[in-house]
Structure formats: structure tokens, C-alpha cells
């Protein structure tokens, strides 16, 4: 297999370094606008397998030019999901199986944003579907943690505990601390800006999808190994849209851990405009609001000897399990960042999404996995994906609650 890598920041860079000590493929290539930041990603890792190179991803043409130069199988799509249509396109003009951890950006509902859709996350990639299939190619979509591993997740529950689920409630929460920053995101602040200020979506049988405001129904949800309470709220996430699709349940949901300091930053940023994707003029400069607030904070790459603690993506099944039974589980995946940095060097964040195209990568190599059309994790056989995540020393956990408190252990 021969991967072309689009995008050197934390996630690629963390893919490649993860990557390394496995022999599924012959060479990947990292490429990014900056060159020099493709070639310090794979400086280090001392293995010919590795190469860099410069490229603009919101080039089409170039993206397919570079592909068939290196006569790359698949593209893995690193980049903010701003730039999901031209990758997206380019690998299917370029013949290559792709794979990306975050789906094209949804449109608010221009009358009823906190009641109705507009454009969902993933329409336009879900719209090409038929010219995928019919190329007998593979869009394998939202394959990092959240959204990822948290949708095997709950098609593992589907096939292998419950009867009847009721709802899949994806929860997301960590203890991490970042030293000597008053605030300092572990993420893209661009993607946190998109997720968390846009509508939260809701999938009900019954309703279909809905939105609501943004941070609504707060709950303490307490996680596993030690981590502890953490109030969590509604945001807009792609599992909304992609377990409906093949999980059973009546129900999906997903909450993100974030806390009052964060919610208040991130209001302020909505209050001032300056969470705004749109440019602006600037003393004759076209800036948009949010790309100078993620210019001025650290680059969460870059954040890990800084960082503390662990995170925890998981998802919660609630339903009646195989016995008959009221069941309620948790099942997730914890990533501690001393350990996520002493092995490959990157910190936990970046390093738990990493690790899922990685191990779908070598499923995808080896025939475990396979299929056409643009599909989700929730479409694959999930017990391969998890015992690949145990052979790369990363396995998950579950977590049984009691049905009548599931927030709770």
C-alpha cells in the first residue's frame, strides 16, 4: 500500500509517527502547504518508507498530479474540513481509496437554525456516493476518534451486547491541563470554533433530525479511570449523522466535555464576530475573524511537553442487552498523554485520532475491511478495528452502568 498523507500538523504528523512500526505499506508521503513542517514530521523517524513534500490542498489538480505521480492507493485526508471537496474529488479522480476524520461543514437552516437542518454534516460527500460505487472505490469517512472509533463503538454494541438499543450518546471528556497557557485548546480552535458554535444535531426514529442551541442539555456524566465527573452539552458532531445508518436505535446524541471557561471563550469569540469564517476587511486585508484568533493561540501540536492527563472518547448504549435485560455501557478509549508522548511523541489528543486511520489503513490493506460507495466505520465489522487497536497497544475498555443512572458509575 502506498499512502499519500494530506496535511503534516499534529494529526498527520502523529499518524506517520504511529505508523512506523507497522508493515502494512511500502511508503507514505506527508504533504503540506508548509514543506518544511512535512519534513520535520518525518525527519525523526528514520525509515525509508517516509518522504515529504509541499503541496496546497485546496488545489484539485495538484492533489491528483501528486497522487499519480506517487501512485498512491490511498489519500488520507489530514486537513481542517474546510478542505474535505477538493481532497474529496481527488482522490476519486485520482483512483485512490479515501479516508478523512471529519466530514464536509454543515449549513445552518437560514429561518429555524436551533430547530431545523440545513446542510448536514457530510451532504455533499453522501451526495457522491453513487459515482464512488460505481468506480468501485472506497470513501471511508469520519475514521478518526470522534467521529471513528466512537461509531465502531457502538455498532460493536449492536452486534455483540444489545437486543434493542435505545440511544447511542457519544461522550467526550478529559482532565488534561496545559502548563503557563490561560487558554490553550488541545484541538483545532478552527474545527472547535465549527463544532461548538454551530447547531447541535439530534437523531430521534420518530423525528428524524433536529437542532438545538448550542451547549443545551447539560449533564454530568462521570468517566472512567479516574478522570471523574465532567459536565458535558450538546454539540454538533458527525455521528448524529453516520450510526443512524447502519446501528438499530432510536436514539443518537453526542457530548462534549468542555467546561464553563471554555463555553465562556467560546461565547465571547460568538459575541465579538470573531468566530467568524467569513473575511473581513482589515486595512485593505481580507482576514477572516477566526483564522487570527487560531494564529494567536499555540499550535495544539506543539502543546504536549506542556500537557498533563488523559482523554476519554467513548460512547454510551443504553437498550436491552442479549439476556433481555435493561443494559447500559460504556464503552471508550483512553490515551494518557505522558504515554502518548514518550512512545511516538505526540500528545494525546492528536495522538487518539490518529491511531484510528492507522489501524483502518492496515484493515483496509489486508481485506478485513473493504467495500465501495462512501460509508462510515458503523458500515465494517467492528471486532477486527478493536483488535487492532490491542495489537498497536491501545486497547478499549468497557464499562458496564446501572440502566436506571447510566450518567454514573
Known amino acids: 500500500m502506498r499512502i499519500l498523507v494530506l496535511g503534516a500538523g499534529g494529526v498527520g504528523a502523529a499518524t506517520a509517527a504511529i505508523a512506523?512500526?507497522?508493515?502494512?505499506?511500502?511508503?507514505?508521503?506527508?504533504?503540506?502547504?508548509?514543506?518544511?513542517?512535512?519534513?520535520?514530521?518525518?525527519?525523526?523517524?528514520?525509515?525509508?518508507?517516509?518522504?515529504?513534500?509541499?503541496?496546497?490542498?485546496?488545489?484539485?489538480?495538484?492533489?491528483?498530479?501528486?497522487?499519480?505521480?506517487?501512485?498512491?492507493?490511498?489519500?488520507?485526508?489530514?486537513?481542517?474540513?474546510?478542505l474535505n471537496p477538493p481532497i474529496f474529488e481527488a482522490a476519486l479522480e485520482a483512483r485512490c481509496t479515501y479516508l478523512d476524520m471529519a466530514m464536509t461543514l454543515s449549513r445552518r437552516h437560514p429561518e429555524k437554525p436551533f430547530e431545523q437542518t440545513g446542510v448536514m454534516l457530510g451532504d455533499e460527500q453522501f451526495a457522491a456516493a453513487g459515482e464512488w460505487e460505481a468506480s468501485g472505490l472506497l470513501a471511508l469517512v469520519g475514521i478518526g476518534v470522534e467521529p471513528g472509533l466512537s461509531d465502531v463503538f457502538a455498532r460493536y454494541a449492536q452486534d455483540h451486547l444489545f437486543s434493542e438499543i435505545d440511544e447511542v450518546g457519544v461522550r467526550d471528556g478529559a482532565d488534561l491541563a496545559v502548563e503557563g497557557y490561560a487558554f490553550a485548546p488541545t484541538f483545532s480552535i478552527w474545527t472547535t470554533i465549527e463544532e461548538c458554535l454551530n447547531p447541535p444535531l439530534i437523531w430521534e426514529r420518530e423525528r428524524g433530525f433536529y437542532t438545538t442551541a448550542p451547549f443545551s442539555e447539560p449533564e454530568l456524566f462521570e468517566f472512567p479511570e479516574g478522570i471523574g465527573p465532567v459536565e458535558c452539552v450538546n454539540v454538533e458532531h458527525e455521528e448524529v449523522v453516520l450510526i443512524p445508518r447502519h446501528v438499530d436505535c432510536n436514539r443518537v446524541t453526542f457530548k462534549y466535555g468542555l467546561g464553563e471557561e471554555f463555553i465562556g471563550v467560546l461565547r465571547t469569540l460568538n459575541l465579538l464576530g470573531l468566530d467568524s469564517a467569513e473575511p473581513i476587511d482589515v486595512r485593505g486585508a481580507k482576514v477572516a475573524p477566526r483564522d487570527v484568533v487560531a494564529a494567536a493561540l499555540p499550535d495544539p501540536a506543539t502543546l504536549g511537553d506542556r500537557m498533563s492527563g488523559r482523554t476519554c472518547a467513548g460512547t454510551l448504549v443504553t437498550g436491552t442487552g442479549k439476556d433481555g435485560e435493561p443494559r447500559a455501557t460504556y464503552l471508550y478509549h483512553v490515551a494518557d498523554n505522558e504515554t502518548t508522548m514518550r512512545e511516538d511523541g505526540a500528545q494525546a489528543v492528536v495522538w487518539q485520532t490518529a491511531v484510528n486511520p492507522v489501524a483502518a489503513m492496515e484493515l483496509l490493506a489486508g481485506g478485513a475491511w473493504s467495500g465501495t460507495g462512501v460509508l462510515g466505520p458503523e458500515a465494517f465489522d467492528a471486532v477486527p478495528f478493536l483488535d487492532k487497536l490491542a495489537e498497536l497497544g491501545s486497547p478499549h475498555g468497557i464499562d458496564e452502568r446501572d440502566p436506571a443512572d447510566p450518567l454514573s458509575r
Request: hydrophobic share 45%; charged share 35%.
Open 20 to 82: 512506523r512500526r507497522r508493515d502494512f505499506f511500502d511508503r507514505m508521503v506527508l504533504a503540506d502547504l508548509d514543506p518544511a513542517r512535512a519534513a520535520a514530521a518525518v525527519a525523526g523517524l528514520d525509515d525509508g518508507r517516509f518522504s515529504s513534500t509541499g503541496i496546497d490542498a485546496s488545489d484539485r489538480r495538484a492533489i491528483v498530479e501528486l497522487a499519480r505521480a506517487e501512485r498512491a492507493d490511498v489519500i488520507l485526508n489530514a486537513c481542517d474540513p474546510r
